[in-house]
């Protein structure tokens, strides 16, 4: 689920600020990056930041501006330019003497050897009054984040019920066309029937065909059995039901139930799709099925 929080506070000659930004992804996927003033912190920001998040896609910057506005110096950690270059020129020859395709991420690479990364002696610690100003910063971001994501989910709830709505809809416009059924494929068979002996036949001489109607009717019963849908009607009814409950859950894992709901209603239209064998009824199924995509494109936000 996206979302956003932000928080700052001012300490000494400088200001912090806190900013996270997610994206939807099925794990959490946490990206730190942190001024160097802060970097033997970083263990401990991870574990405030990942119980809280969840999962998504999320990236966390806490980074420090003078009180002016500009960028503090201890933003960003300075380079060993003798390290990165020998390091560099090592790796490129190995992968020239070693035949090896040119890695788009060495520098990537090289940047996460220890030693590469300078830290300074104002990075080792930070003040027990500073660091707890910065919890509670993390704090007041992650209280905005969720806000943040509950506006959203308020949202998407509000779609999903119009969605969840379009399908009933259209689930009860079949009814019509579903009780001609049984009348049209009678009169459609039983048409077939007195034109079987037409065939190979002069137009003045037709050829009556004789059958079991007894056996007629059997055979159309276990037809027309074949093609009832009263069973997928139930359930797909049932499952949107379950669907609006479930979106009434509170805790976590409602997105992945919610998923599961939105392919169990999946296989029902898909299946009412099948049996159906008119026009009318297949464009309300294949409606049926274009909304649903789009709830299961918006379920993949949800926790």
């Not at 990537?108 to 080792?124: C, E, F, M, S």
């Not at 009263?230 to 479930?246: P, Q, W």
């Not at 199924?285 to 274009?290: A, G, I, L, Y």
């Amino acid at each position: 689920m996206t979302g956003y929080g932000k928080a700052e506070y001012n300490f000494a000659d400088h200001k912090t600020i806190v900013e996270i930004r997610s994206l939807n992804s099925k794990q959490l996927d946490l990206n730190l990056k942190i001024a160097s003033l802060f970097r033997d912190k970083e263990p401990e920001i991870r574990a405030m930041l990942t119980a809280p998040l969840e999962r998504g896609k999320v990236d966390v910057s806490i980074y420090t501006q003078t009180l002016d506005g500009t960028a503090s110096a201890d933003t960003f950690a300075p380079i060993n330019k003798e390290a990165f270059a020998y390091y560099y020129h090592e790796l490129t020859d190995l992968q020239q003497s070693l035949g090896m395709p040119g890695n788009q991420d060495l520098i990537g690479a090289i940047l996460r050897i220890p030693g590469v990364i300078q830290l300074t002696a104002g990075d080792v610690n930070i003040s027990d009054d500073e660091w707890n100003m910065l919890q509670g910063a993390i704090r007041d971001a992650l209280q905005a984040f969720r806000a943040f994501r509950v506006q959203e989910g308020a949202a998407l709830q509000t779609m999903f019920t119009a969605k969840l709505d379009g399908i009933a809809q259209l689930l009860a416009e079949v009814e019509p066309y579903e009780k001609d059924r049984v009348a049209n494929i009678k009169r459609r068979l039983m048409d077939n029937l007195s034109q079987i002996g037409d065939k190979g036949c002069s137009t003045d001489k037709k050829v009556s065909v004789a059958y079991d109607q007894n056996r007629l009717e059997a055979e159309l019963i276990y037809y027309l059995e074949k093609l009832d849908i009263t069973e997928e009607k139930v359930r797909l009814t049932n499952h949107i039901r379950y669907f609006r409950e479930t979106m009434q859950s509170d805790g976590t894992g409602v997105g992945k139930k919610l998923g599961f709901i939105a392919q169990e209603m999946g296989r029902e239209i898909n299946t009412l799709g099948s049996k159906s064998n008119q026009s009318e009824m297949q464009i309300l199924d294949v409606r049926m099925k274009d909304i649903l995509e789009q709830i299961k494109e918006q379920v993949l936000n949800v926790l």
